[in-house]
């Protein structure tokens, strides 16, 4: 019976980083999860990020992909906020 996890390593940035205090968490989520649902597990463990809910960009192994992007194990995750400027 295969497991019904999977394991992705999420790549952190910027205000993320700063929240968590690591660059790197790796975390378990169901099979066939959207990569969106990472952005809101942190939001909700770290609800300062909220701000941020609506303007992060995804990546999965190097490639920008849309919110509704189905993770695999193994996968390598990148949250991008928007690099503040100036």
Known sequence: MSNPFITVTVKLFAAYQEAYGV?????????DTPVVAV???L??????????????????????VEPDAILLDGDEVV???????G
């Open 43 to 64: 939001i909700a463990e770290h609800p300062q990020l909220a701000q941020w809910r609506d303007v992060t960009r995804f990546g999965i192994n190097l490639q920008f």
């Open 23 to 31: 660059s790197e968490l790796v975390l378990e989520f169901p099979q």
């Open 79 to 85: 949250l991008i906020p928007p690099v503040s400027g």
């Open 39 to 41: 952005r809101d597990r």
